[in-house]
């Protein structure tokens, strides 16, 4: 096995562990018992934007997961897997060779327009993918009613990811370095 993928292997399960601390722990609860934001996906878009896409795609996955079995949604976990995945494809994809992104990583690339609206689309697409894949969960598993509950709840969420994300990255950029 060659060098790179084993640490990135090992930087993968580091993300895995931020993504489970950061969902698990900070519960911010908001709209009376439809949900909490946490900084899980902040930490998903930072995987994402460090690792290729396989290796954030299972830091994703493997950290929701934890999460929603420790803390008693063992029932989401299967869906939870497959947006958190989605979720830093997305990201990891559309980020490849960002000049900002680059930039924010201490490098010395000029930032063109370009570069912004591309990290702005890739957190839209992720964001899709997150209200989305909960209201087809939450639709499967209580009724169309739960789904369109759910909608706002997960938009603000995505929403906290990105802002998580702007203080992440630069912090966790230079320590995965």
Known sequence: MKTSSVKQMAQAALFAALIFLGTYIPKIPIMSGAGYIHFGDGFIYTAAAILPPLYAACAGAVGGILAD??????????????????????????????????????????????????LGAAFVAAGAVNIAGYFIADMVLYGVAAGIAGLL?????????????????????????
Do not use: E
Request: a positive charge; aromatic letters at 10%; glycine letters at 8%.
């Open 153 to 177: 709840m997960n938009a603000i969420q995505s929403a906290a990811g990105i802002a998580v994300f702007f203080v992440a990255f630069p912090i966790l950029s230079k320590a995965f370095r």
């Open 69 to 118: 079995v420790l803390s008693g949604f063992a029932l989401y976990a299967p869906a939870t897997a497959l947006i958190k995945a989605l979720m830093a494809v997305c990201v990891s994809w559309m980020c490849r060779g960002n000049g900002f992104i680059r930039r924010m990583r201490g490098g010395h690339d000029s930032v063109r327009a370009r570069d912004i609206l591309i």
